[in-house]
């Protein structure tokens, strides 16, 4: 908790919050904490009690209070009080939770759809796809093994700064995406047990992980550097699934008549092509 707000008070300069300054040298930067006392209308002491950890007995009421303070977005704000939760509520034990399953109809859809599609988990198992979806991640389905671990592979396959060429902006994101999960679920094993490996592994990571950024990233756009068709810009929607909790379908579409849809069209006739020798060649066998 201490680290998450300090983080957001420093953003925030006293101009920005409305505040007026006196020309004394700040030690800080952003927000001092009675600054953010004053605009959340509670004592220095208690927000100080607050940013230490110390949250019993904090109201929902002052939790938004503090939300508007520090100008929170809808993910911080979730983040906040998950964060405030786990610190007030009863701690789980840390348990291994079951790998959510691809319902028959739910596979079926997948496969119908004509742009690449995947099922994945929030930590980046791919649990099922479409072969348009295996085409455009071809790194992540190696030939005669089961996928690769999304978010392992954003980190510790050199691979991914190719196929990216934005690497950074996406593997900020997926920092952040697991930012979110831990304060929402701190008991969650195979979570810790990933940021665990990916800290001790990656600088980059490492450093990230620190800055406590939470954004949410269910929609937008990619640049991927396909090894087959090039560079492609291709928007992406996230869709959570209900029905199977823990499981994301994730779509991949290119904007009409751009050199991404030729780009994507051309993936397609190959991964049309490479199916069909597939077949042919089983017959023969």
């Known amino acids: 908790m201490q680290q ?10 006293p101009e920005q919050a409305g505040l007026t300054t006196f020309g004394s040298e700040r030690r800080v930067p952003g927000l001092r904490r009675e600054e953010v006392a004053q605009l959340a209308g509670v004592s220095t002491a208690y927000y100080t009690r607050m940013e230490r950890g110390d949250l019993g007995g ?9 939300v508007r303070a520090l100008e929170l977005n809808e993910a911080e704000s979730a983040h906040l009080f998950d964060l405030a939760r786990a610190a007030t509520g009863l701690r789980r034990a840390p348990r291994v939770k079951p ?10 859809l997948i496969d119908a759809l004509d742009v690449p599609a995947l099922a994945m988990t929030q930590l980046g198992d791919c649990v099922a796809s479409n072969p348009m979806g295996r085409a455009l991640f071809p790194d992540l389905f190696p030939p005669d093994r089961p996928p690769l671990n999304g978010t392992r592979y954003l980190f510790l396959d050199d691979r991914a700064r190719v196929f990216y060429p934005d690497w950074e902006k996406t593997a900020r994101e997926a920092v952040s995406g697991l930012r979110l999960m831990a304060g929402h679920d701190p008991s969650d094993r195979a979570l810790m047990a990933l940021v665990g490996e990916l800290a001790t592994r990656s600088a980059d990571f490492r450093t990230w992980w ?7 990233h269910f929609a937008g756009t990619k640049t991927i550097h396909h090894p087959v068709v090039g560079d492609m810009t291709l928007g992406f929607e996230v869709m959570a699934l209900p029905s199977t909790p823990g499981l994301n379908l994730l779509t991949y579409i290119a904007e009409p008549s751009t050199p991404s849809a030729d780009a994507l069209n051309l993936l397609r006739s190959w991964t049309a092509d490479s199916a069909a020798t597939e077949i042919d060649t089983a017959r023969q066998h």
């Not at 904090?58 to 503090?66: C, D, F, G, M, R």
């Not at 399953?101 to 079926?108: N, Q, T």
């Open 58 to 66: 904090v109201s929902e009421s002052v939790l938004y209070a503090l």
């Open 210 to 216: 620190g800055g406590h950024t939470v954004r949410t």
């Open 4 to 13: 998450f707000l300090t983080a957001l008070r420093g953003r925030i300069t």
């Open 99 to 108: 790998t959510p399953r691809v319902s028959p109809r739910l596979a079926l």
